[in-house]
């Protein structure tokens, strides 16, 4: 019941940023903890980062703290992903997530705790 639509991804250059943003149909996204994930070329899909309902708390695989910030607007069913000094191994293509409805000061960081998958955006670093 809700689908999700990334959006952001591109060419930029290492030490670069970019923002993705996550659209989310469907009313349960709100009371539902969401996240991101990434897959590199010929790799698994990985962890990256993940906020709880209301934003109250934030989960970060370590590669990525201090430089990624995972944010939402609820008001606008849109999850972000700030990211900052942007580095080749950021390569991939990059997912965003909702689980079930869980209206609880949580986050999660395993494919299995989400439902709804948006279709990816790629997010390709030069140097």
């Known amino acids: 019941q809700v689908q999700l639509e990334e959006s952001g991804g591109g060419l930029v250059q290492a030490g670069g940023s970019l923002r993705l943003s996550c659209a989310a149909s469907g009313r349960t996204f709100s009371s539902s903890p969401m996240g991101w994930f990434r897959q590199a070329p010929g790799k698994e899909r990985v962890f990256v980062a993940s906020i709880s309902w209301n934003g109250g708390r934030t989960d970060y695989v370590d590669s990525v703290k201090g430089r990624f910030t995972i944010s939402r607007d609820n008001a606008e069913n849109t999850g972000y992903l700030q990211m900052n000094s942007l580095k080749a191994e950021d390569y991939a293509v990059y997912y965003c997530?909702?689980?079930?409805?869980?209206?609880?000061?949580?986050?999660?960081?395993?494919?299995?705790?989400?439902?709804?998958w948006g279709p990816g955006t790629q997010v390709t670093v030069s140097s």
């Open positions: 997530a909702a689980s079930r409805p869980w209206p609880r000061d949580i986050t999660l960081r395993r494919e299995s705790e989400y439902t709804y």
